[in-house]
């Protein structure tokens, strides 16, 4: 609990708040960690006769700067941002590798002669770009987990590499399932009554803002570091 008096720690902790870029929940972790350090160190100070303002000085001197703790704070949000985005990927990827094609299934319009050849290579290709994002969302996952032990160089790359192809490939999905879609509703018009098409569109766009709210936190986490 923040207190008034301690002024000098509230506004490094404030400072350290503002260029910090992550999940909300770890970056709250960290900062409130580093309040009760600080405030655990101004305390010992004031025992000792030091006037409050010096103490708190001597304190915040002693923790480091802004320039000294960034790094390695935001290192470890940017890691927490990628797992975000992977187990997000991940779940999003599983389900349409798997239930995509349900959403035709038994569709009075699915009967007939076969759709253009560009209709079916544009729908094999939404395909294969979720089961893209599978296997980068479990890379990403790896990578992650390796980034727990090891803090070299070659790390930090494959973080931004799988982190940028998660990124990538969501765009692709956006952009080759909207236009699926699209093209669908042209062919047939019954597909836009069609519950099954209803239910998975509704299912895309919330799944889709969802990895776009994740994409958004590791771009923004990866680019304060």
């Known amino acids: 609990m923040p207190r008034a008096e301690d002024v000098l720690v509230e506004e490094h902790l404030q400072e350290l708040a503002s260029r910090l870029h992550g999940p909300a929940r770890l970056k709250s972790d960290l900062l409130t960690e580093a309040r009760h350090d600080l405030l655990d160190v101004v305390d010992a100070y004031r025992e000792d006769g030091v006037p409050p303002t010096e103490a708190q000085r001597r304190a915040v001197a002693e923790f480091g700067s802004a320039a000294q703790l960034l790094p390695s704070w935001q290192a470890e949000l940017a890691v927490a941002a990628l797992r975000g985005l992977s187990l997000r990927m991940l779940a ?24 253009p050849f560009a209709y079916r290579l544009l729908a094999e290709s939404v395909d294969w770009i979720w089961v893209s994002a599978l296997l980068l969302a ?73 990895l776009s709210r994740a994409a958004r ?9």
């Open 138 to 210: 479990v890379a990403g996952l790896l990578v992650v987990a390796v980034s727990a032990r090891s803090t070299r160089p070659g790390v930090a790359v494959a973080q931004r590499a799988v982190g940028t192809g998660l990124t990538g490939v969501l765009v692709l999905g956006m952009l080759t399932g909207g236009a699926l879609f699209g093209w669908s509703l042209g062919m047939w018009d019954a597909a836009l009554t069609w519950p099954p098409m209803i239910i998975g569109l509704v299912l895309a766009g919330g799944a889709y803002f969802s």
């Open 217 to 225: 936190g590791w771009l923004r986490a990866t680019a304060a570091r």
């Open 92 to 115: 999003v990827a599983g389900v349409a590798v798997v239930a995509g094609d349900l959403t035709w299934h038994g569709s009075s319009w699915s009967v007939g002669g076969p759709p």
